[in-house]
Every structure is written in C-alpha cells, then in structure tokens.
C-alpha cells in the first residue's frame, strides 16, 4: 500500500481525537503522543488539503466549514476500517453495554428486544437507563443513547432508526368541558401540555391554507418526558402533541381523541441511536443498533 494511505489514516484519527477532545493537549494525552507531534500532523493535513480545518484561540478549539466536512468523512472512513478488522477478526460482543433511550421509546421498544438481544451475546451485560432528558454520553460513561425528535448541534454521530408521526390529542374528559380546537388557533384558549426541557418547541406546526405556519402554545403543566405527558393528556388536563407510537392504543380505544389531523403537515418525530465519534465504534455497539433496526424495520407504528 502506498505510504500516503497509510499517513492519511493517521491524520484522520489525530484529526477526529482534536475534534473529540476539544484540544491538541488532550487529543496527544489520549493518543500518547507530544502536543507537538499532533500540531504538526493537523499542520501537515491542512497543507496537503490545501484549506484550514481548524481556528484555535485562546479559549476554545471550533471547525471551519471544511473541517465540518471533512471530519464527516473522516469519522465514517475510520468506521469503516474498524468494521473491516472487527469482521476479518471475528470479535464476539462482549463487556457491558450503557444504553439511555427516551422513556416512551424505551419502555415500548427497547426493553421488549432486550431478551433476544442477550440471547444472542451470552457474553453481554446490557446497563439500561430510560430518561427524556439530554445525557452527558461521556459524562455518564454512556455507550449508545435513542433519542426522538430534532437533534441539537453536537460532536455526537447519530444513526435513524426510524420515525413515528406526532398526534395532537385529548382525552374526552377534556373535550367535554372544553369546546374542541376546529382550526390551528383555536389552541390560544386550550391547555397545551408542554415540556420543560430546552429542545421543546414553544409553538407545534400545522398546515393552514396550503402552509406550514407555527401555532404557539400554552398552558399550565409542563413536563420531563412522554409518559407523564400522556398519563396527563389521559386524565384530561390539556391537549397533548406526542409520537403515534406512544399513544396509538389509548387512541384506538377512545381513551384518547386525535385533533386537527386535517392540518397535520406530516409532523414526524426521528428516531436516532446516537454515540461519541472519533474512534472506532466498539462492537457491542453496532451490534445493538443493528439489533434495533432490525427490531423496527416492518413495525406499524414506526416507519
């Protein structure tokens, strides 16, 4: 193999260990190596590259648009030929697997393709933790988190697992005190179920006039995760915007009514297993992912 290649890959990891430590000092302390030899390395990239990928200060470490790319790039080709030694190594899943998933997704999903999944890597030991709120992955020493909805801007690589489309709905206690929403604005004078963390949306989308437009909403209980969402929806406390999935049987029983469906502009709620880049991805890992995709591919309430 031409020595190019093989320096390339180097600089790829150097590059992606700055980008994941935040710094050249900690990048050369995990890869055991002087601060010097990694300057010198990104230095050596950027001119082969002919574009600098990195602006350091005093104070902080960011990425111009080419490194945003090219760190992209680099992250998947190093998963690459981890994946290529893993298979031609024959490595078994084994050690102990973090996983944090949302409440509803993971009580619904998770839990239930835990059985199998052990089944199969007798050698495994799964740590679960369920939470709708954002988890520190390295602060908390987690593997692998499932999270839905947008995802916020971060180093994080995330993998679609699938999607569920978001209802609006209330239970017909609630309706019957309250005179059903007919249009998007309606809502100004219902109660809206919100959440309280930082990524809720202050206004939920709808179609009106052949346009997506944000309604704002409000209302008196705010909460930190689905199931408590849907407990309040169902004892009639407020209108709730929520995953199909997570609500799909109150709904078919009646015990929850959909509303506005005829100004549902495809609202969907993602679904990603996300994890800390920059190395290569422990096999335990892809394993579970690839176990989870496997587990939703085909599933009714999640496409």
């Known amino acids: 193999m031409p020595r190019i290649l093989m320096e390339r890959s180097g600089e790829m990891e150097v590059f992606a260990r700055v980008v994941q430590d935040g710094g050249f000092s900690a990048a050369a302390r995990n890869l ?9 390395l990104i230095a050596r990239l950027e001119a082969r590259l002919g574009a600098r990928l990195l602006v350091r200060t005093t104070r902080a470490l960011t990425l111009t648009e080419e490194g945003e790319a090219y760190h992209h790039a680099a992250l998947k080709i190093l ?38 999944f052990i089944a199969r890597n007798p050698d495994l030991i799964v740590d679960l933790s369920f939470t709708d709120g954002i988890v520190d992955l390295v602060a908390e020493k987690t593997d692998v988190a499932i999270r839905m909805g947008n995802l916020p801007d971060s180093g994080l690589i995330a993998r679609k697992l699938g999607q569920s489309r978001r209802v609006v709905c209330a239970a017909p206690s609630y309706l019957a005190r309250r005179e059903p929403p007919v249009v998007p ?15 809720a949306r202050p206004s939920w989308p709808f179609l009106v006039d052949g346009r997506e437009i944000a309604q704002p909403v ?24 929520v995953g199909f999935f997570h609500v799909a049987d109150e709904i078919a029983t009646g ?19 996300i994890y800390v880049g ?26």
């Open 218 to 241: 409000t209302g008196r209980i705010v909460v930190n995760n689905g199931e408590t969402m849907k407990q309040m929806a169902l004892a009639g406390a407020g209108i709730a915007r």
């Open 185 to 199: 604005a309606d809502l100004d004078h219902h109660d809206c179920l919100t959440f309280n963390f930082r990524r």
């Open 79 to 116: 998963q690459d030929l981890n994946d290529a030694d893993q298979q031609a190594a024959g490595r078994a899943v084994r050690g102990r697997l973090r996983i944090n998933a949302a409440v509803p997704f993971g009580t619904m999903f998770v839990a239930p393709a835990m059985p199998e």
């Open 278 to 303: 920059g190395g290569p991805l422990p096999h335990r890992v892809r394993a579970f992912i690839e176990h989870m995709i496997s587990t939703l591919n085909g599933s009714p309430l999640l496409g």
């Open 255 to 273: 015990r929850l009514v959909p509303l506005l469906e005829g100004h549902n502009p495809g609202d969907l709620e993602l679904v990603h297993a």
């Open 32 to 40: 055991d190596i002087t601060p010097s030899a990694v300057s010198k």
